[in-house]
């Protein structure tokens, strides 16, 4: 049986930790050649050597253009193509619209909405010359309201309407490029572990522990990358794909 990935080139932001780590790891099983790219060199370096042939580290910095450039010339270098982005790598900082100050305001929107942009606009043209998959990760605070998440909610929906602006785009111009973004609640990484308050541990509330709570491992967001970045999804574009056990919908 042919793997699900077989022959492709993935590219996975914050592919060090948490969810990238997990998807570099299940898109490389299903036969990709994966680029963990991050500002974490030696997590990334560490977790590319550990798979082997099939990975490499890029250093990459998100939030620049320049980076970004440098970063899909040595792709097209070592690789000649690229099929799938994962535009994974985000920052969250706590504070209400009373709270949070414009610089935190601006670094936010620079590491998960200006990266979404640069990553899509300069992987454009190699994704262009055999078509792919653009997978954005947002999340259910694009979606609903989190009071005390405002710079990082508003950034995840901005990358909500750029995913469907970019799958209509591509679609418009026949690229066969297609673009989804993916909408998890807690997930279990070192992002939501920093952000629980002292004396509440993430992993107390996972599906595991009881099927009906809302923290899911970073394999299970990892599962829907994989998914969405195979041909099997080759007819779902623009969507926006909650991973959350079916919290939004009872409220979050
Ligand atoms: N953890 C959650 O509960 C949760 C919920 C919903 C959505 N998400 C989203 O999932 C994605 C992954 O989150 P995670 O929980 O795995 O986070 P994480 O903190 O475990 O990992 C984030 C990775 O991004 C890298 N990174 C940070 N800034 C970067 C930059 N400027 N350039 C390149 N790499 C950079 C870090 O080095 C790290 O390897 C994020 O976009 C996050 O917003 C997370």
């Known amino acids: 049986m042919t793997a699900r990935l077989q ?14 780590r997990a998807a570099v ?11 963990v790219a991050d500002i974490d060199r030696e997590a990334g370096t560490a977790l590319a050597t550990e798979i082997g042939d099939a990975a490499m580290f890029v250093m990459l910095d998100v939030a620049s253009q320049q980076a970004w450039q440098s970063a899909i010339t040595e792709v097209e270098e070592h690789f000649g193509r690229l099929d799938v ?5 985000g920052i969250l900082r ?5 709270e ?3 610089d935190e305001w601006r670094q936010v929107m620079s590491v998960n909405a200006d990266s979404v942009f ?16 653009i997978v954005n990760l947002s999340s259910v605070a694009a979606l609903g309201g ?13 990358i909500a309407a750029m995913t469907r602006t970019i799958a209509t785009h591509c679609r418009r111009q026949k690229y066969r490029i297609r673009c989804n973004s993916i909408h ?18 993430p992993a107390d509330y996972t599906i595991d522990a009881d099927p009906m709570n809302r923290v899911c491992l970073p394999e299970d967001v990892a599962a829907a990358i994989v998914f969405l970045a195979s041909d099997e999804s080759r007819a779902i574009n623009g969507i926006e794909l909650r991973v959350d056990s079916g919290q939004f919908v009872m409220g979050i």
């Not at 982005?85 to 790598?89: G, S």
């Not at 009071?147 to 901005?158: F, L, R, T």
């Open 7 to 20: 022959d492709k080139v993935a590219l996975v932001t914050g592919g060090a930790s948490g969810v990238g």
């Open 25 to 35: 790891i299940q898109l490389a099983r299903e036969g990709a050649r994966v680029i």
């Open 85 to 89: 982005l994962v535009n994974n790598a």
């Open 94 to 98: 706590l504070g209400s619209i009373e």
């Open 100 to 102: 949070a100050t414009l």
């Open 118 to 133: 640069l990553g899509c606009q300069t992987a454009l043209p190699l994704l262009k010359r055999q078509g792919g998959s």
């Open 146 to 158: 989190i009071d005390h998440y405002v710079a990082y909610s508003a950034s995840k929906g901005a």
């Open 184 to 201: 998890p609640d807690g997930i279990l990484t070192p992002m939501s572990q920093r952000a629980y308050p002292p004396g509440v541990d």
